[in-house]
């Protein structure tokens, strides 16, 4: 087996043993998997509920390693920096069955959303008076991959 194939090999068995970890701890996962070789410094995100408040969010940015390799000074202070350069904004979504509607207007997420092609998208002004009925959106499950 060359190097390659036993890096890929070592990805997807850290891959998995982080996926099983997370599910047995209450904690969900998303993988970062760029289409450019500018990936970063995060491969993954962990996030959960919070403990006490459940309107708050744990959220953690996870190097994956797996294999041989090992980390860096450098690699550690580039995850601190990501983790506290980290921005959180909120959004609101309502799909009302034919249109999904985002509030705020948020500038980057229309340009993102509009190269989904599954459904009609329009942002509503934050005075929409929908209330309670707008719910948070999963971008994976609206747009193509």
């Not at 069955?97 to 599954?118: F, R, S, V």
Request: with cysteine.
């Amino acid at each position: 087996m060359n190097a390659f194939t036993k890096a890929r090999a070592a990805e997807a068995a850290s891959k998995e043993a982080l996926k099983a970890y997370c599910t047995e701890h209450g904690w969900r996962v998303a993988f970062l998997k760029g289409t450019s070789p500018r990936t970063g410094i995060i491969d993954a995100i962990a996030f959960r509920l919070g403990r006490k408040n459940s309107d708050l969010l744990d959220v953690r940015l996870i190097q994956l390693k797996g294999g041989k390799a090992g980390v860096s000074g450098m690699e550690i202070a580039r995850l601190k920096s990501a983790a506290a350069g980290a921005t959180v904004n909120r959004l609101i979504a309502e799909f009302d069955g034919e249109t999904l509607h985002l509030l705020p207007d948020d500038p980057i997420w229309l340009k993102t959303i509009a190269n989904c092609n599954q459904r009609t998208f329009q942002a509503l002004p934050p005075s929409c008076g929908h209330g309670r009925r707008c719910a948070i959106l999963e971008t994976q499950s609206l747009c193509k991959d």
